[in-house]
């Protein structure tokens, strides 16, 4: 895919956010097999990393973005009616591994921030309480619960900024302060398809736990499918190539 800097979204109507799944869907079910394989192994090597004390939770938060990258890969490559391969999940890893890697840590420092702005706002004696088992009253409740109100109107921009980061680091080889503030200004244009969609892969996840967890198989990699889905509608992805593919002619 070629690289751009016009790139830019678009909102798209609420409905949307459901068409980004059934067609993820379709991606899982073009080779839903190799999907499950890429994420076993993906959790093979990620889980084991993180639960390594202290530099574990680090390390798997900078190859996060680089692994996600990678689906995408895979996803544009399903979409191109190409093979999927394992290789796909290791491609971050020869493509603009670094800025990858930054929007890793950009994001595991700015949570970490916002934890420690938690955990300094708490009221201190609420804490020991619930740490005890002990029934708080209703005032050291809502003490409690403004910090945390608090805390989620810096988390949902840091996931919003997030959101997009890799596809758009990995497939147009944006930097990764570019690819936040663009993903950013995506999700700010979409909240409610994104509302949405976040509603209704919160009940999947709940169906997914009463079928004893085999629901997650296939859960997990539409998760990334229906996300390559969302960014082809918000970017235009298909109309963008094919301008740029003109152009090119043009020339």
């Not at 800097?5 to 899982?28: C, D, E, H, K």
């Not at 895979?74 to 391969?85: H, I, P, S, T, Y």
């Not at 796909?88 to 700015?110: D, P, S």
Request: proline letters at 4%.
């Amino acid at each position: 895919m070629k690289i751009n800097a016009t790139l830019q979204s678009r909102q798209v109507p609420a409905g949307q956010s459901w068409a980004w799944i059934t067609q993820g869907f379709r991606l899982f079910r073009a080779n839903p097999v190799m999907w499950v394989v890429i994420l076993l192994i993906y959790l093979a090597i990620i889980l084991p990393i993180s639960f390594v004390p202290v530099i574990g939770s680090i390390v798997s938060a900078l190859l996060a973005p680089v692994f996600a990258a990678g689906m995408m890969w895979g996803c544009q490559a399903v979409a191109n009616k190409e093979d999927l391969l394992i290789n796909h999940l290791f491609e971050g890893f020869k493509k603009n591994t670094r800025q990858l890697i930054a929007v890793g840590g950009i994001y595991m420092v700015c949570l970490l921030l916002v934890m420690v702005m938690l955990v300094l706002s708490l009221n201190k004696e609420a804490v020991q309480l619930l740490m005890t088992g002990a029934q708080l009253t209703q005032a050291q409740a809502r003490m409690m619960m403004l910090p945390v109100l608090f805390a989620l109107l810096f988390l949902v921009p840091l996931m919003m900024a997030y959101w997009y980061a890799p596809v758009l680091v990995g497939l147009h080889h944006m930097t990764a302060v570019e690819a936040m503030r663009l993903s950013f200004l995506a999700c700010l244009k979409n909240m409610l398809p994104f509302f949405l969609y976040s509603f209704i892969f919160s009940v999947l996840l709940i169906l997914a736990v009463i079928s004893y967890g085999v629901g997650w198989v296939v859960l997990m990699p539409v998760m990334m499918t229906s996300l390559y889905s969302s960014y082809i509608d918000v970017f235009e992805i298909e109309s963008h190539v094919a301008a740029e593919n003109q152009r090119d002619t043009k020339c």
